[in-house]
């Protein structure tokens, strides 16, 4: 599941969202993990391992996008 958009207020590109995308971000985990669950898919909350960077509260910065691919790479190694 993606990161939450928290903080999208101090975003310059707040109003392009809309002032309800931050709750509606809010709610796409629990609906990933739903669906996860009901096909039998690998679920992985990425709000547990990584923040929004700092400029937008958007999109990821490059530390970040490390540690995600290093927890997508663990999670798929113990499936195998």
């Known amino acids: 599941a993606p990161v939450p958009m928290r903080g999208l207020e101090k975003s310059p590109f707040y ?3 809309g002032i309800r995308a931050e709750e509606k971000s809010l709610l ?13 898919w690998m679920y992985l ?9 700092e400029f937008d509260h958007i999109h990821l910065e490059a530390e970040a996008h490390g540690k995600l691919a290093e927890a997508v790479f663990r999670m798929i190694a113990q499936e195998k």
């Not at 985990?29 to 996860?36: D, F, H, R, T």
């Not at 909350?45 to 929004?52: C, K, L, Y």
Request: hydrophobic share 45%; charged share 30%; aromatic share 8%.
């Open 45 to 53: 909350d990425a709000d547990e391992i990584i923040v929004t960077g």
């Open 28 to 40: 796409l985990a629990g609906i990933y993990a739903q669906l996860a669950h009901e096909k039998d």
């Open 15 to 17: 109003h392009e969202f």
